[in-house]
């Protein structure tokens, strides 16, 4: 049987993906960084730097992750969730839409290069 929770955390699923971090993610610098992955996508809903740190780099990240954070407590209060539940919860889906060649965090927190086969997936993915 679904427990409530489940079923709330299903339904913010279908709603994230359809719109949170498209407003994060204009900054044609983070494309790059993506593209070149020196940026990847964690669970937490948040983006992490890949290897070395440079003062732009962290500035971008940054930027992304302030934007997101204000996202996800505004979307978090509307849904009767805490902000954690709901940035894991896109988290996830952030890091199955990955493409290959992206960067994402595995479940054991190492930086995995996504292949054309699905990503490791977190065991509190919903």
Partial sequence: ?????SVS???MVAIAALSVPA???RDPAFDAARASGQVGEKVDGYVGIVGNE???LRRIVDDINIKRRAVYA???QAKNATIEEY???IGCQQILKTAPGEK???PDGTWQTRTSAPP???PKCP
């Fill in 120 to 122: 490791t997936r977190h």
């Fill in 9 to 11: 955390l299903a339904a």
């Fill in 23 to 25: 407003l994060a993610q």
């Fill in 54 to 56: 440079t003062t732009e």
């Fill in 74 to 76: 505004e979307r978090a």
């Fill in 1 to 5: 049987m679904l427990s409530v929770k």
């Fill in 87 to 89: 940035a894991l919860t």
């Fill in 104 to 106: 994402y965090q595995a």
